[in-house]
């Protein structure tokens, strides 16, 4: 069975600062996906960023990018340029890579932007 | 594209009476769909996968009888909580996957969540 942590359960920045969020995970997989969702107050869940396993290249969206290092079983999410509305519940989720398979998802890190 | 809708988008009922909460892909078909619950600073707790056409896998500990789950089409499940008490209330979301083979194929896309409170 897979385990996703999210070691950071509340963090706050000021606005336009640079913010990183921490995940890691536990596999015995070679190949899968991992996902950052963000859930802002309406708690509609928005995918971020999704990062296929067997590509060494990290994703990036605009404003966030994921340091991705498969050794170590870490998908950090780097937020840029922090604005108001990155405010959000930040959910790190793995998925294996055979067929519709459940999501494993973190407990979440609450990020606050301060003005 | 991805959009997933969920209708109704909140609901108060009485005790004892049946809930149907509708989750459709918008702009995709999709061969297997969700249904989560969330309760109040948690995270997404996983109630059952539902594949078109064949019955719902539930996961431990969620009663198949409580939450009836159909899904007749490739673009919607539902959702029936059955004879629903207070403690069946909560925040419940869909989320839909496009079929394998596409470049995203595996994600999950949410739909924007059904309040249910039960009085």
């Known amino acids: 069975a897979q385990t996703v942590t999210q070691s950071q359960p509340e963090m706050s920045v000021q606005e336009a600062e640079t913010v990183t969020l921490s995940c890691t995970y536990d596999t015995s997989e070679n190949n899968y996906y991992l996902f950052w969702y963000k859930q802002p107050p309406s708690r509609q869940m928005i995918l971020v960023i999704r990062q296929e396993a067997y590509k060494q290249q990290n994703a990036t969206e605009n404003r966030f990018s994921v340091n991705f290092q498969k050794a170590a079983k870490s998908f950090s999410l780097k937020i840029s340029d922090s604005q108001l509305g990155d405010t959000a519940m930040y959910f790190c989720?793995?998925?294996?890579?055979?067929?519709?398979?459940?999501?494993?998802f973190g407990t979440g890190t609450r990020l606050t932007i301060i003005p | 594209g991805a959009v997933v809708s969920q209708h109704p988008s909140w609901v108060i009922c009485k005790s004892g009476t049946s809930v149907k909460i509708e989750c459709r892909s918008l702009d995709f078909q999709a061969t297997t769909m969700f249904w989560y619950r969330q309760f109040p600073k948690q995270s997404l707790m996983l109630m059952a996968t539902?594949?078109?056409?064949?019955?719902?896998?539930?996961e431990q500990g969620v009663e198949k009888d409580k939450f009836l789950i159909n899904h007749a089409s490739l673009t919607l499940s539902t959702l029936t909580v059955t004879s629903a008490h207070p403690e069946d209330s909560s925040f419940y979301i869909c989320?839909?996957?496009?079929?394998?083979?596409?470049?995203?194929?595996?994600?999950?896309?949410f739909g924007p969540g059904t309040r249910l409170l039960v009085l």
């Open positions: 989720a793995f998925l294996p890579d055979f067929g519709n398979e459940k999501l494993t």
């Open positions: 539902s594949n078109e056409g064949s019955k719902a896998t539930y």
């Open positions: 989320s839909a996957t496009p079929p394998t083979g596409r470049p995203t194929s595996g994600t999950q896309y």
